[in-house]
């Protein structure tokens, strides 16, 4: 069973940074897409930033040139590097892994990301 564990979250200026980073248990890392997605108080949740078991990345329009997803595939962990944080960047924050075979979807419990004016 797949299990992710994310942290980094907390409570930044704007114009600051944070990391977070999803801890992947329960199964073979590098067969999975990775993804980090947000949902803020009163909207839905939305893709922030992927990247697939192959490496390539793709971003939401709201966060290019800000945040920068990675993966490292030895400590079966995904980053979020998110840059030049805004306001409009608060929500709680979700790792997300799909295995590419499957098509099996996981979710963690999120992290809280609140930036302050």
């Known amino acids: 069973q797949v299990e992710l564990a994310e942290s980094g979250g907390g409570l930044v200026q704007a114009g600051g940074s944070l990391r977070l980073s999803c801890q992947f248990y329960?199964?073979?890392?590098?067969?999975?897409?990775m993804g980090w997605y947000r949902q803020a108080p009163g909207k839905q949740r939305e893709s922030v930033a992927v990247?697939?078991?192959?490496?390539?990345?793709n971003y939401a329009d709201f966060v290019k040139g800000r945040f920068t997803i990675s993966r490292d595939n030895a400590w079966n962990t995904v980053y979020l590097q998110m840059n030049s944080l805004k306001p409009e960047d608060t929500a709680v924050y979700y790792c997300?892994?799909?295995?590419?075979?499957?098509?099996?979807?996981?979710w963690g419990q999120g992290t809280q990301v609140t930036v302050s004016s």
């Open positions: 329960g199964s073979i890392f590098s067969i999975y897409n």
């Open positions: 997300n892994a799909e295995n590419v075979r499957t098509r099996d979807v996981y």
């Open positions: 990247i697939s078991a192959g490496g390539g990345t």
